[in-house]
T-cell receptor, first 115, second 114 residues
Framework: NAGVMQNPRHLVRRRGQEARLRCSPMKGHSHVYWYRQLPEEGLKFMVYLQKENIIDESGMPKERFSAEFPKEGPSILRIQQVVRGDSAAYFC?????????????FGQGTRLTVV | AQTVTQSQPEMSVQEAETVTLSCTYDTSESDYYLFWYKQPPSRQMILVIRQEAYKQQNATENRFSVNFQKAAKSFSLKISDSQLGDAAMYFCAYTTGTASKLTFGTGTRLQVTL
């Protein structure tokens, strides 16, 4: 059973370009969470999605950031017109459809560098 | 808002010795879950141990155990018989009903020396 797969592992973008980060949850998992980790900091929650629905986007910046989790295919975190401050590691986690205290399974993250 | 505080940015322990990492949290909830995650240089987030707040018994996983003090809102991690492979960043995390919407502390970097 493959774990949470994120790609790419490393992404370099010039200021003003778009960044697309992909996350394939574990098999059977329908909940996806995105986190951002700035250098030397802990992970900060960004958004929680279920298939075709955004459940909680309270941690998402209001502009330039969007996320989706379509019926088919991976979850996508999209950052438009990237700036240097977007440089960070972005982690995806997935969990099964129901159950409390469910362990969050994390991917290995995508390190975004904006130059 | 819930907060998680790790007051030790760095800790060091000798191989085979025991070390305790501190974590405190602030919440008005009565039912919640606490976690310790390990992040080695590979960046992979690895769940070390989990504690349900309604359980009085402290969780234990092999060499890892917690001291959960609910009234004091304290959740420390004890690593016994430390090994070189334990060197990593350790993050304390908290969640309530939404299982994986985690609030993380700022982390403690653990060094293991010979």
């Amino acid at each position: 059973n493959a774990g949470v797969m994120q790609n790419p592992r490393h992404l370099v973008r010039r200021r003003g370009q778009e960044a697309r980060l992909r996350c394939s949850p574990m098999k059977g998992h329908s909940h996806v969470y995105w986190y951002r980790q700035l250098p030397e900091e802990g992970l900060k929650f960004m958004v929680y999605l279920q298939k075709e629905n955004i459940i909680d986007e309270s941690g998402m910046p209001k502009e330039r950031f969007s996320a989706e989790f379509p019926k088919e295919g991976p979850s996508i975190l999209r950052i438009q017109q990237v700036v240097r401050g977007d440089s960070a590691a972005y982690f995806c986690a997935s969990s099964p459809p129901q159950g409390r205290s469910t362990e969050a399974f994390f991917g290995q993250g995508t390190r975004l560098t904006v130059v | 808002a819930q907060t998680v505080t790790q007051s030790q940015p760095e800790m060091s322990v000798q191989e085979a010795e025991t070390v305790t990492l501190s974590c405190t949290y602030d919440t008005s909830e009565s039912d919640y879950y606490l976690f310790w995650y390990k992040q080695p240089p590979s960046r992979q987030m690895i769940l070390v141990i989990r504690q349900e707040a309604y359980k009085q018994q402290n969780a234990t996983e092999n060499r890892f155990s917690v001291n959960f003090q609910k009234a004091a809102k304290s959740f420390s991690l004890k690593i016994s018989d430390s090994q070189l492979g334990d060197a990593a960043m350790y993050f304390c995390a908290y969640t309530t009903g939404t299982a994986s919407k985690l609030t993380f502390g700022t982390g403690t970097r653990l060094q293991v020396t010979l």
